[in-house]
């Protein structure tokens, strides 16, 4: 159990299966290039996993309110956790955003399936979760939350699968913030702009988990309990596991620090615990020199 049963659930902002198929105007270059940024991984999945279930219908949801109203159905069922997670980084961020000089705005988040239209073009499960910065929303597919624990790994849980929602969310706190505006998107490799940007969004993340206990529903019930030391590793764990360096090994490959895109998983985890450890503020990874990145 991580979530307080008693807990009141806001689907308001969080849709399924939504976006479907209703042909959204596509972004420009950059809009791409930021979204290939943004993803949790630096892969195609379809390599990873095979295509499996059935496709959701589009464009039909309704039913998230009905299904998720408290925090026992968080704890139950895994699109409610994503709706509980979506309350508690809200809460968070609608104040550690202002404290780092931001005017803080919601984020939307889209539970999709199969492939999609976004604003930063079509989309589809083989790319894993990630964030859409001219939608300023995150997107998906609740699968691969088996890929990673059956094909990179993790041990997974709860608390494995708030971390890569609190990693987009670092992405959308990086929008907001205009750090996305301004990375040099030329160079490539463990010390670039682009694996900078991502480590960041893991510490971001880190931030959220020391904070999520405090974080509460509109009601001032608290949303989450207290994370066991269990549960810190198992965050911890799917770091690792979406490491560029893992992900290149577990796929047979060479591991070649060039190609990285999101940072070894020595890296994603210190980030991570540095964020947990030293809040938000404490996420310069643009700063340091690449030595020590
Ligand atoms: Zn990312």
């Not at 399924?16 to 892969?43: D, K």
């Not at 984020?107 to 999709?112: A, F, R, W």
């Not at 799917?238 to 990285?260: F, K, L, T």
């Amino acid at each position: 159990m991580t979530f307080n049963d008693d807990a009141r659930l806001d689907a308001s902002r969080v849709r399924r299966g939504g976006r479907g198929g209703t042909g959204i105007a596509v972004g420009g270059g950059a809009a791409l290039v930021l979204f290939l940024l943004s993803q949790l991984l630096g892969v195609d999945l379809t390599g990873l996993a095979p295509t499996t279930g059935e496709p959701v219908e589009q464009g039909t949801d309704t039913s998230l309110a009905e299904e998720c109203r408290t925090g026992a159905d968080a704890n139950e069922n895994v699109d409610c956790r994503m709706v509980g997670a979506y309350n508690s980084l809200d809460d968070y961020w609608a104040t550690a955003f202002p404290r780092l000089g931001g005017q803080y705005v919601s984020p939307g988040m889209y539970l999709e399936s199969g492939q999609w239209q976004t604003g930063c073009g079509t989309a589809s499960s083989a790319m894993g979760p990630f964030y859409c910065p001219p939608d300023q929303s995150i997107y998906l597919d609740t699968a691969f939350f088996d890929v990673l624990t059956s094909q990179l790994g993790a041990e997974g849980g709860p608390l494995a699968e708030m971390y890569v929602i609190a990693h987009e969310w670092g992405h959308h706190v990086q929008n907001l913030s205009g750090t996305m505006d301004r990375l040099d998107r030329s160079e490539t490799g463990p010390t670039s702009d682009g694996v900078r940007l991502e480590l960041q969004a893991d510490c971001f993340a880190g931030a959220w988990a020391q904070n999520a206990q405090g974080t509460e529903d509109a009601a001032g019930v608290t949303l989450l309990e207290e994370f066991t030391q269990a549960q810190l590793a198992s965050a911890m764990d799917a770091a690792a596991a979406v490491g560029d360096d893992h992900i290149q090994s577990s796929q047979g490959g060479r591991v070649n620090p060039e190609q990285w895109t999101h940072g070894s998983s020595e890296q994603r985890q210190r980030w991570f615990w540095q964020g947990y450890t030293d809040g938000p503020s404490a996420c310069d990874t643009f700063g340091v020199p690449g030595g020590d990145l």
